[in-house]
């Protein structure tokens, strides 16, 4: 059976574990056509769980376009798992992933996914735990070829004067406006 009508799905703060996580994609393994907005937020899953949520969503290129994964337990792996996805994705133009104690490895998968996507406009990666470096590695990857229009970098492992050295990097850029940091 394929789903023509759903277009929004909602099931943040829910407590199933991977074994939901493989319901979940079953229910829509029959060729989801419409849906754009995905909430998991909050979900109990863990990396497993959320790959095989919406890994296979992002690489059967659905016309998905807002994703949320915050607080999923993502980690590093599952985010380089989920990289892997968007460059198959050509829709998905906003994706949340704050507050998944993401690094600077991390850092790196996602500036080759931002600069190469054609799609992505608006990313969080808010209280995570990247350093400096993992924040301007970046910053610089939305300088290359990028549709980015809002990078939410806040909240992440900085002190003040690296602070002041961001702003200072968005400046001379001219990604005022753009990065949040």
Do not use: W
């Not at 199933?16 to 998991?40: H, I, M, P, S, W």
């Not at 994703?67 to 994705?89: C, P, Q, R, V």
């Not at 133009?93 to 500036?111: K, M, P, Q, R």
Request: proline content about 2%; hydrophobic content about 40%.
């Amino acid at each position: 059976m394929q789903n023509t009508t759903l277009k929004a799905l909602n099931i943040s703060d829910n407590p199933f574990e991977v074994k939901g996580a493989g319901l979940f994609f079953r229910a829509l393994k029959g060729g989801n056509t419409t849906l754009q907005y995905l909430n998991v937020s909050g979900t109990c899953c863990g990396v497993t769980g959320v790959v095989v949520m919406v890994g296979a969503l992002l690489l059967r290129n659905t016309p998905l376009l807002h994703l949320n994964l915050n607080n999923t337990n993502l980690t590093d792996d599952g985010l380089a798992l989920i990289s892997e996805s968007l460059a198959y994705n050509t829709h998905l133009s906003s994706l949340c992933i704050a507050g998944n104690d993401l690094n600077d490895a991390s850092a790196h998968e996602l500036s080759v996914t931002l600069s190469d996507s054609e799609s992505m406009q608006h990313v969080t990666i808010s209280d995570n735990q990247l350093s400096t470096k993992g924040l301007e590695v970046l910053i610089e990857s939305i300088t290359v070829k990028s549709c980015i229009r809002r990078l939410d970098l806040s909240k992440n492992c900085i002190n003040p004067e690296q602070y002041v050295d961001l702003v200072r990097k968005v400046e001379d850029l001219g990604l005022v406006g753009i990065v949040q940091i």
